[in-house]
């Protein structure tokens, strides 16, 4: 009996030894059979600790078109992001997929986000860092191009332009021409056609004026690195090019309107496409006031930046310093300018010796769309609609390179009294379309800049008068110009003004305007 009873005592001892120095662990087996059922346990000892493996981040994180992805991780069931407001306050958080469309559950704007990895038997990845991104209008564009050079959601188109079918390219011809837009983002990038990008003295300038900007003046190359803002010139020397015209803005929104300075029979020019590191918005609306210039070289800049002894070249012509341009700077009005160096209303510097062209004029030309690198009509376009462009008032500035072009000198007395009275009808006529064509525009009959006041002032005056008798009101009006080279100003190129007596003309003839129409001035004349 007492050896019965130690050899129990020695097992209880050794029992409590095992409990102080190990794990215990159980498990429970059930056996089913169809005589009996019977339950076993089994303890286990152990000394071993189990400890789980973490998940790996997600790398790779990125949020393009509003879709998140990033790289699986081996052994995640899920994923769970923490968003965060453009101010870093916490938003909210949730489980995504790979190619999620995050719009679906943010409104439009600018957040961050941090991702971890997630899954049963392993310990959660550690966030990722924290990642910007913004939500989007699915609907918006970055990229025109194609038809879009033909839409005008996008782009306002400035001046006569044509859109070619066959190159997807819209073209845009006479001086001050071009497109405005609007646009989310920092930069803007144009591809740009052009002719004649070999021939120094023919390339198209072009100048780019940023957030509103509209002073000429304050120029600075395409490359030059300045106030993003400050206006840009580009010339065209390749046949196509992309062209960075802004970029290092400040993010949000800003507008660009692109202006061809130098003149149509230089040089042919078209846009290829339009593109944004951010989003296009709808082009800023039409300003209330709206002036149609017809006129010949001045009104193109022609050698403006030039002297008397240099030869005319794009670089030293500015029409966006030339009087047309800077009357409705003054006016902060919206312009279209149709001109051509050396044409007339009968004949021209344009025409073979002078002679008079029944189509090579500027009335004729005026119905089609444009006039070319070529200094032809392009007749083949098709009529211009005239519905695009609804003028207010319209200044003619024309009859120099009628009584200046080659062989008139050398005309007898007979033969200048017919192109007198040839030029008289013509005019008239020219008057009497516009007229038709926009029936509550004011016509301003311009002359004398060119100094020829004396050789067809009584001319203009006569054709006036028969005009508004022909119409019968008083809508058709003269207004004599400051004469170049005079008052101190010294020449452009081949006796043409230069900028100091563009400004002074424009200065007159806007308030002048302003008289007739009551449309305030509400700029000061460029520096």
């Known amino acids: ?157 400035l001046g006569r332009t044509y859109y070619d079918s066959f ?25 740009l056609k052009a002719s004649n990008y070999t021939i120094l003295g023919k390339q198209p300038h072009l100048v780019a004026f940023i957030d509103g900007k509209e002073d000429p003046t304050e120029v600075k190359l395409i490359d030059e ?36 300075r130098s003149e149509a029979i230089d040089s042919n020019t078209a846009v290829k496409s339009i593109s944004t590191d951010g989003y296009f918005a709808a082009p800023p609306q039409p300003k209330s006031f709206a002036l149609q210039f017809i006129a010949a070289s001045s009104s193109t800049g022609y050698g403006n930046l030039g002297t008397l002894s240099d030869n005319k070249t794009t670089g030293n012509s500015d029409g966006l310093r030339a009087f047309a341009y800077l009357t409705s700077f003054l006016l902060d009005s919206e312009i279209s300018i149709f001109s051509a160096s050396g044409w007339g209303v009968s004949r021209g510097w344009n025409t073979p010796s002078g002679s008079i062209s029944e189509t090579e004029n500027i009335p004729n030309a005026f119905e089609y769309v444009a006039i070319d690198a070529q200094n032809r009509v392009l007749t083949e376009l098709g009529k211009w609609d005239i519905t695009e462009y609804i003028p207010d008032v319209i200044v003619v500035n024309l009859g120099t390179n009628d009584f200046n072009a080659s062989g008139y000198s050398s005309m007898s007395e007979t033969e200048k009294t017919a192109l007198e009275e040839r030029f008289m009808v013509d005019y008239h006529d020219f008057l009497i379309l516009l007229n038709n064509m926009y029936p509550d525009a004011e016509i301003i009959v311009a002359y004398g800049l060119m100094n020829e006041q004396n050789k067809l002032g009584d001319f203009t005056l006569q054709i006036i008068s028969n005009a508004n008798e022909t119409i019968g009101s008083e809508v058709v009006h003269a207004f004599l110009m400051e004469g170049a080279g005079t008052l101190g100003n010294p020449y452009g190129c081949n006796y043409h003004p230069n900028v100091q007596t563009s400004m002074n003309v424009a200065e007159d003839l806007a308030e002048f305007i302003s008289t007739l129409t009551g449309r305030a001035i509400v700029r000061e004349m460029i520096d």
């Open 225 to 260: 690195k300045d106030d993003p803002t400050k206006p840009t010139l580009i010339v065209l020397n390749q046949a196509e090019a992309e062209y960075t015209i802004v970029s290092g803005l400040e993010e949000g929104y800003h507008t660009v309107k692109l202006l061809k």
């Open 1 to 157: 009996m007492k050896k019965i009873s130690l050899l129990f005592m020695a097992v209880i001892i050794a029992f409590l030894v095992v409990g102080c120095d190990g794990n215990i662990s159980s498990s429970t087996t059930t056996t089913i059979s169809t005589e009996a059922t019977t339950t076993t346990t089994e303890t286990t000892l152990s000394s071993e600790t189990t400890t789980m493996a973490s998940l790996m981040t997600p790398s790779s994180v990125e949020v393009v078109d509003n879709i998140i992805s990033f790289s699986s991780v081996n052994g995640a069931e899920k994923y769970r992001i923490k968003i965060y407001d453009s101010e870093d306050n916490f938003v909210r958080e949730l489980n995504v997929v790979n190619g999620f469309d995050l719009s679906l559950l943010l409104s439009l704007g600018v957040y961050s986000l941090q991702i971890k990895a997630i899954a049963n038997n392993y310990l959660d990845s550690e966030y990722s860092e924290k990642l910007s991104f913004e939500i989007i209008n699915p609907n918006q564009i970055s990229l025109l191009e194609g038809t879009d050079m033909n839409n005008l959601e996008h782009v306002r188109w």
């Open 167 to 191: 190159q997807e390219v819209r073209n845009f011809y006479f001086t001050a021409s071009g497109f405005e837009i609007a646009f989310y983002g920092t930069e803007l990038k144009v591809t």
